[in-house]
């Protein structure tokens, strides 16, 4: 079984590291958390012991490499996971390599479905943050909204 780094609280690091949990507070505002978890009315923020430490030893450098990674998973959960889900070339050889084997439209449909979550998930390794929303482009939200059939009947791309 492998080990997992625990989690920690703003006030269980104020009490390891016999800080006051507001200035601890105030020097981890631009560390974004590990964890997340949501309640009914508040959000509790977890961190790495070992991210905090680095981040005290050296808040300026890590600040700005935070604010770098944060506008990377930006980018590439919001801009080029869609562009690339969406792109005619993707999705037009995906679907004519499957026809042309012999495929239904349905199993060309799902290879695409499944090449999405395949790409989604390597994305999240990334990313390396769970919790993070990928948009995952117009023609799979239409799949999810509308159903497989609508697609095929309505929405099926011409080849010449």
């Known amino acids: 079984m492998a080990m997992q780094s625990k989690l920690w609280s703003i006030s269980g690091l104020a009490a390891e590291l016999k800080m006051d949990r507001r200035t601890l507070a105030k ?28 981040h005290l030893k050296n808040p300026k450098q890590n600040n700005h490499e935070a604010s770098c990674r944060e506008a990377t998973k930006e980018y590439l959960s919001e801009k080029l996971f869609p562009a690339i889900v969406d792109n005619p070339t993707f999705t037009g ?13 349905q199993q060309a449909l799902d290879q695409y479905k499944m090449a999405v979550h395949a790409l989604a998930a390597a994305f999240f390794v990334l990313i390396d943050d769970d919790n993070i929303k990928i948009e995952m482009g117009t023609r799979f939200e239409f799949l999810i909204k509308h159903g497989d059939e609508e697609y095929i009947d309505n929405h099926w791309p011409k080849w010449r």
């Open 27 to 54: 020097r981890l505002e631009h560390l974004p958390p590990a964890e997340e978890k949501k309640t009914d009315k508040r959000t509790q923020k977890l961190w790495r012991l070992i991210d905090v430490v680095e």
């Open 93 to 105: 050889t995906l679907f004519h390599n499957a026809i042309e084997a012999g495929c239904t439209k």
